[in-house]
């Protein structure tokens, strides 16, 4: 068998190991267009858990690599004058001219041939060649040369950054962030051998301009750069070798495999620099090709294999990295959070790590958190204890005179069980358990102001005096056996209407007893949906009307909160995008056009609520969609809002054209409510794949939103909030005195089992590398 691997870097040199030590009568040659000592950049960093990859897959290259690396397991976030350090984290660092030079002598160690300054740029120089792998880089040529099959897509962030060395030693990984008359620098440092460090300098494009950056060379930028962190960095020196400033790109391929050519490491895939990981992306590929083509019976089926098995693990960390990425490049955004706050977010930014996390590896540290959050909800009123705080999740949220007793709310979700929108005992028994179930917040699915407004058959509404009588009987019973309060959320289906219930066939057109729709634009949801009517004038005085006696009708029903529904492409959702309003008068065109009307809307039902009771408007923050409304529309869209008397904004996506392609994930809408929340400075409320307490403290304590929606946890466990309580030990968490043994038995058993499951824990979690080398150091020490 014949190999030709293009690219002598990390990805290429490993994928010849590992493919040789599998199949040692190959031939196996690196091709690398630089010389063997060359290399661009200082430090490379791996975890624990990558390294134990390493010692899995070859044990002699592992062993030199761990020989020469610096271990840390703190991180290290300065900020305004302080430091905060979070141990735990295993981390590892090494020169990456280093790990180039222990890959190179293992590679010709197994027979692997290597050729340097030779630079390939037509594979048919290896027509006989059985494999050929391209580790080219982020500028590939091949994959450049093959554009319209692989398909790239590259993504040029927004931030400018530039590598540097330094002579500083540094015992953790370290984040610096720093205000200058400019704007704020971030700086991501970690030491990779003794006297060494690496530091990469990051900033956003207007700070950059007005630093005077643009157009300084390298060791102008470093001086400036060396100035700027000077308070850290003190006589060390900044380190240069091709510190340019650049854009980092984030790059996606929607092909990896060409015939016989495989993309790998960055030529493949790249992840931002703030999560580490595009090394460890880059071997972990080779690891996955040598799986792939030791299982496969030819190299086509293991190209195939090591596309289809590895993709969904690189799309992972790639989302990750994004997810990472953008934090740091709207770090303005939490400039005035305080420091231990600040903090917290860095760490839980890309969502890996979590409060219940921190407390694990850092109690003291999440202490602080608690004890800061319970400061501001103290400063806004509260007779709340800040020495032994309850965690965020279960301190009190007002909004004009409603005060909550937690922030877990259940999400609205249709139950589509109504009867000519009369709710029934399915829905007494639905919003009651779960406000005995302890939630602070109960929100009614979309109650439709019409019977053309609804979405199906089955959507409830509030528009009869039989609705109005039910809704009360529901909210009574709230109110007489739960401490919740009960929000009544109010809209109108439009273009989304006459369809069938969702379990037989979700935004599907009823082949039967339609009625007539109407939307900002005669557009039709699906091309075999009913085409709605422009809505005209007259419409949207009717609609307004519908929506102001549903609100006089909420208030006789006794709901402590409203919230008008504008998300999700329903009719008032229909006027915000540009995906589905396509009018030529004063309600289409400019955001400030499209806004008029549900404005109009939300005004008259402002007027027609009382005042001392809050309002809330759930939107779409981005369509997921080219064209559509974005994140920087969103808090457009929350402004106008609060300046219309809004208290909250339920911060949604998507669901506007079947066009969207949502990015799924752990609490993926979250970073819309935190953009909100933290330009538009309103509060916020966020909802979208959030399961457990744990996310829930998470999203609080950073600062991302002011309360937390659960839908499906709320499905399946009513009490859901009754048991985070229990685990944490909130004791003041309300149950009916007929539960109050249940309560009393759930709170003495958390106690015993969160100390069980956390010990189980700590025993499961291997010891990182920096402790087993400290425990190792310990009998030296005392010699």
């Known amino acids: 068998m014949k190999i030709a691997i293009i690219g002598g870097g990390p990805a290429g040199l490993y994928s010849a190991i590992?493919?040789?030590k599998q199949r040692p009568q190959a031939e196996i040659t690196v091709y690398e267009r630089n010389r063997p000592d060359d290399t661009f950049g200082f430090g490379v960093v791996f975890s624990d858990a990558t390294l134990d990859n390493f010692e899995k897959y070859d044990l002699p290259s592992y062993q030199r690599i761990t020989q020469e690396f610096a271990y840390w397991d703190d991180i290290a976030v300065h900020f305004r004058g302080t430091v905060h350090r979070v141990g735990g984290n295993g981390f590892c660092g090494c020169s990456r001219?280093?790990?180039?030079?222990?890959?190179?002598?293992?590679?010709?160690?197994?027979g692997v041939h290597l050729l340097f300054e030779v630079d390939i740029t037509d594979e048919a120089r290896f027509a006989d060649a059985d494999l050929i792998v391209l580790a080219d880089g982020i500028n590939s040529h091949f994959r450049n040369k093959y554009i319209e099959h692989f398909a790239p897509e590259v993504d040029l962030r927004s931030n400018k950054f530039t590598w540097m060395g330094s002579t500083k030693p540094l015992d953790a990984f370290t984040f610096l962030f720093q205000e200058t008359e400019w704007g704020p620098f971030i700086a991501h440092a970690y030491q990779y051998e003794a006297g060494r460090s690496t530091w990469i300098f990051e900033t956003d494009p207007e700070t950059f301009k007005r630093a005077g950056l643009e157009g300084l060379g390298e060791q102008e930028s470093a001086d400036r750069m060396h100035d700027i962190f000077k308070g850290f960095l003190g006589d060390h020196k900044l380190l240069i070798n091709r510190s340019m400033w650049r854009n980092f790109p984030m790059i996606r391929n929607k092909r990896w495999v060409k015939d016989n050519m495989v993309l790998l490491g960055d030529a493949k895939a790249t992840a931002h620099f703030s999560i580490g990981s595009g090394t460890k992306l880059a071997m972990e590929d080779a690891i996955a090709l040598h799986d792939a083509m030791a299982k496969a019976p030819t190299v086509e089926a293991g190209l195939h294999d090591y596309e289809h098995g590895r993709r969904e693990e690189v799309e992972k960390i790639q989302h990750s990295a994004d997810v990472s990425l953008v934090w740091f490049e709207h770090v303005d955004r939490f400039w005035d959070f305080d420091p231990v706050q600040f903090a917290f977010g860095v760490m839980t930014r890309a969502k890996a790590i979590t409060y219940d996390n921190l407390t694990l590896r850092a109690p003291d540290f999440v202490k602080e958190v608690d004890k800061s959050f319970a400061q501001k909800v103290q400063a806004q009123g509260f007779d709340v204890d800040v020495d032994k705080p309850e965690v965020p999740m279960f301190q009190p949220f007002k909004m004009r005179d409603m005060v909550l007793a937690n922030r877990a709310v259940v999400s609205p979700m249709c139950m589509y069980s109504a009867e000519e929108g009369v709710p029934n005992d399915f829905h007494l028994v639905h919003y009651g358990s779960r406000a005995i179930g302890g939630a602070g917040l109960v929100f009614t699915e979309m109650v439709c102001v019409g019977r053309d407004a609804r979405i199906t058959p089955?959507?409830?509404?509030?528009?009869?005096?039989?609705?109005?009588?039910?809704?009360?009987?529901?909210v009574d019973f709230v109110h007489s056996t739960s401490a919740a309060k009960i929000c009544l959320q109010l809209g109108h289906a439009g273009r989304k209407g006459a369809t069938k219930l969702m379990?037989?066939?979700?935004?599907?057109?009823?082949?039967?007893?339609?009625?007539?729709?109407?939307?900002?634009?005669?557009?039709?949801?699906?091309?075999?949906?009913?085409?709605?009517?422009?809505?005209?004038?007259?419409?949207?005085?009717?609609?307004k009307a519908e929506f102001v006696a549903a609100t006089i009708r909420g208030e006789r029903c006794g709901f402590d909160m409203l919230e008008m529904h504008t998300a999700h492409g329903y009719l008032l959702a229909s006027f915000l995008s540009p995906l589905t309003n396509k009018?030529?008068?004063?309600?289409g065109g400019s955001l400030e056009n499209r806004l008029r009307f549900p404005l109009e809307v939300f005004t008259a039902m402002r007027e027609a609520w009382p005042a001392h009771k809050p309002m809330s408007v759930r939107f779409s923050a981005t369509d997921w969609a080219e064209g559509g409304n974005t994140g920087d529309d969103a808090v457009q869209i929350a402004r106008a809002f609060a300046e219309a008397g809004v208290d909250l904004a339920d911060i949604s996506t998507g669901q506007t054209v079947k066009e969207s392609r949502p990015i799924y994930g752990r609490m993926?809408?979250?970073?819309?409510?935190?953009?909100v929340r933290n330009e538009a400075r309103v509060a916020t409320m966020c909802v979208g794949n959030i399961t457990s307490a744990d996310q829930v403290n998470?999203?609080?304590?950073?600062?991302?939103?002011?309360?937390?929606?659960?839908?499906?946890?709320?499905?399946?466990?009513?009490?859901?909030t009754i048991k985070a309580a229990a685990w944490y030990g909130a004791k003041d968490a309300y149950c009916p005195p007929q539960y109050m043994p249940g309560k009393d038995q759930i709170f003495r058993n958390s106690?015993?089992?969160?100390?069980?499951?956390?010990?189980?824990?700590?025993?499961?979690?291997?010891k990182t590398r920096a402790e087993m080398r400290a425990e190792a150091a310990k009998p030296l020490a005392a010699e």
Request: charged share 30%; net charge negative; aromatic share 8%.
């Open 503 to 543: 379990w037989d066939g979700m935004d599907r057109p009823l082949a039967d007893g339609a009625w007539d729709i109407v939307s900002a634009s005669p557009l039709a949801y699906y091309p075999d949906s009913q085409v709605p009517v422009e809505i005209d004038r007259a419409g949207m005085d009717r609609v």
């Open 458 to 474: 089955g959507c409830a509404g509030l528009w009869t005096d039989e609705q109005e009588a039910q809704w009360k009987r529901i």
């Open 698 to 720: 998470t999203i609080l304590a950073a600062g991302r939103a002011d309360l937390v929606a659960l839908g499906r946890p709320h499905l399946t466990d009513p009490s859901f």
């Open 18 to 20: 590992l493919l040789k």
């Open 751 to 766: 106690v015993r089992d969160k100390q069980d499951f956390e010990d189980l824990k700590i025993k499961a979690k291997p």
């Open 97 to 110: 001219r280093t790990l180039l030079m222990i890959l190179q002598d293992r590679a010709r160690e197994l």
């Open 583 to 587: 009018r030529t008068d004063e309600y």
């Open 668 to 675: 993926f809408q979250t970073p819309f409510s935190d953009q």
